[in-house]
């Protein structure tokens, strides 16, 4: 095999790592051929213990040599979370009846339920959506907003929650705001003098995102919500990277709107995603989508009414929220804390490599990313992907680039390390 070009062994290594039960049979198995995978057993310890957290990887359906360091994108979803998906999926389609279905309806009830308990608020103040982006979106477009207003935003939003704002400021006449993001990352107080200097009394809305996908930084999400009620303001927290992972308290927190992907962090679904709206302010936003079929209670009689939709798959996001119940929400986010904490002080440590997540826990959550000397970013991509079966993400461009790692509660510490192994080969030799 030595005379085989390097790209082509590189594949075959790869290969080498799947073979056993790895992507080949996921692919061809039937849907209950990972029934039977080991399932967690019950909390997390409180100390850390690498046994507990390989048990909970192997309830997932991902091959042994796959490291996914890529949760800030999308997150695997455990067998339990398929198997739920699936055999909900099946009872449909084998009885379509209204009678059948409604077994998925009571199933969405009992999701808004355990989203509710998860994020410390009522059913009654949840509404299921497709994603984040959707959830971001219903509030842009649902509140009355008109010329002379302001709407207050963070430059390090998300398109859908800074390019929508734009969009439709440029429709509805009102003025939208920014405050600039600061790096490295300048500390709490230091956001929350930045929005309170900006609030004047047309600001009908502060709007920014919890943990940045960029590069992890964490915003004072309290404070700031805070601050936006003591100015009569709205509040609107983007929790696409803390939902899931942080322990999160929205009744400590107080946001009045606060939105979520299923796909991500909590490992559920794909298109799923929650809207949270304080029953506060129920009174203030409408529905964007005006159809059959609303939620049962609360907000979501008005703002969940979307027609027909995949309910097996809101069925699964409730699975995925049990199984994160049962590990411990604060010990997820230890773990995934822990494991980004690791990465951030191993790529520290190799010559030329530049980090630009800050490791203060008050600063950030569990993204780390960081430029790769002078490598290029997307060989370096592919070459982690293909050599060495890790996955992640290129950060593209001039604002801090290069590749974000975003580990989770199903990593293992073997894998961090084979993560900064691989890193440091590849700035020594290149790629
Ligand atoms: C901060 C933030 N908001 C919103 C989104 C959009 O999420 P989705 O694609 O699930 O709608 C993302 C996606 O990465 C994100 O990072």
Known sequence: MTNQP????????????????????????????????PQVAGPAPSSTDERYWAGVRS?????????????????????????AYFDSTRSVDRDPSPQNRQKTRTGREATRRALAASLGVTPEEIVITRNTSESNNFVSSGLDLKAGDEVLIFSDNHPSNHAAWRQKAERFGFLVRTIERVHPHPGPDYYVEAFRRQLTARTRVVAFTHVTASVGDLLPAAELCALAREHGALSLVDGAQSFGVLDLDLSKMEPDFFTGSAHKWPCGPKECGVLFVNRRIHDRIRPSIVSLYPGEVGISRTMEAFGQRDEPSIVGFGEALALQATIGRAAIERRARELAQVLVTGLRAIDGVRVWTDDDPNRSGAIVSFQPAGLDVRKLHQALYESEGIVCATRPGSDRGGLRFSPHFYNLHAEMGRAIDAVRKYVARGV
């Open 59 to 83: 309830g997932f359906v991902m091959p042994e040599g796959l490291a996914c360091l890529n949760a800030a994108n999308l997150c695997p979803s455990p067998a339990r979370v398929l198997d």
């Open 6 to 37: 390097p790209a082509d062994r590189s594949r075959r290594e790869f290969a080498r790592l799947f073979a056993f039960g790895g992507s080949a049979a996921l692919f061809t198995a039937s849907a209950g051929a990972w029934r039977g995978t």
